[in-house]
Each structure stands twice: as structure tokens, then as C-alpha cells.
């Protein structure tokens, strides 16, 4: 986590209720991105949080870019891992990096975070733990399949959870692909390019 404990001179600080606002994201997600250092903040002498300007303007220009860059590019795939586990995210991104498609990765922290990156981005594929704080992958996944917005989002749980403690739990959606930990990131990297090459493969076919 950043902080900061002082301002800089001719900055516009806002609260984090303001940020919420301003990047359409929940308060506690704002607070969730200040613990995991994805915004700099400073605490005032009564202990609220405030957040720079500048942040949330950059936030808000990568948030444009990413957006524009997948319109230019379709080959482009929005990815979304649901995972608390730092040291998981940590490999999770250094292979992706490695992947010779494009992958544009967005990370939660757990299901409620997750919900709120997926209304926002709206990605093609969504890599979830099952065991999370706040709300467990269980619950996020029945979010999204309540919703039609997310009917040709594909969703991978990747977890420790045998089928039988899963049973137990309530069981997942039948499309919901289940993988175990450690996460066969071969596999997860097959299901993407199938994905790009229908991509493509529709494009090309509507190009005729």
C-alpha cells in the first residue's frame, strides 16, 4: 500500500467517496485499490483518506486507452482474475505476459471487486478462485449469470475445492469450466487463442 503523508503543492485531493464517484466503482473498491497500491493516497491528521487528482485522471486515461486500443484491435482479449492470493496474481501476470496473444489482464481481489471490474469491462473470459473474503467466487457467480450481459462470458474457476466440496457449497453453473491449483496456465492459454481464432474466423467470415 502507498501513502502518502503529506500533499504536494497545487494538488486537488478528493475523498474516496469522491473517487467512487468519479471512476463509477464502489467506496470499498477504492479502499481495496489503495491497500493493493493501484492509487497513492494520503491520510489526514483525523484519518481519512484522500486521494489526488492526478490518480484518478490517470485511472480514468488508461481506463480510454485500454478501451481503444480493443476497438482498434479485436484480437485483443480483456481477461479478469478473481484472486486474493498476491503470490498467485504475481505468476498469473508473468505468464500472460508471456503469451504470444493479446491480453489486456484486470485483477480482483474477490467477488465483489470482480463484479464491479466485470460491469465496467465487460471481459471475454473470467479466471475466478472460488475461497475469497467478502464475497467467495460462488456468490460472484451467480451475479453474472443472473445477468444477460454476461451470457458469452466465459468463466473458469481455478481452486483447491474438490468436486465434492463444491457439491457441498452449492455446486456451480454446468458451463462454469472447474481447474485446479496450481493454475495449468497451458490449458487457460488454449482456451484464449480459441478464443482469438473465433474471433477472427467471425470477422473474416463477415468480411465476405
Known sequence: METWNMPRDQEVYVTSSEAGDLLGVAQSTIHSWIHRGVLKSWKTAGGHRRIPMSEIDAMLRQRRESLGQIGENKEVVTLLLVEDDLDHVAF???????????????????????????????????VTDLVMPAMDGF???????????????????????????????????????????????????????????????????GKR
Request: no cysteine; net charge positive; hydrophobic share 40%.
Open 139 to 205: 456468490q460472484m457467480i451467480g451475479k453474472l449469470k443472473e445477468n444477460p450481459a454476461f451470457e458469452k462470458t466465459s468463466v473458469i474457476v481455478v481452486t483447491a475445492l474438490s468436486d465434492q466440496q463444491i457439491t457441498k457449497r452449492g455446486g456451480l453453473p454446468r458451463d462454469v469450466l472447474v481447474l485446479r491449483k496450481p493454475a495449468p496456465m497451458d490449458q487457460i492459454q488454449a482456451l484464449v487463442r480459441s478464443l482469438v481464432e473465433a474471433r477472427t474466423q467471425a470477422d473474416s467470415t
Open 92 to 126: 498469473f501476470r508473468k505468464m500472460v505476459e508471456r503469451w504470444p496473444v493479446q491480453v489486456q489482464l484486470l485483477v480482483a481481489e474477490n467477488g465483489f471487486d470482480g463484479l464491479i471490474q466485470s460491469g465496467m469491462h465487460q471481459p471475454d473470459i473470467i
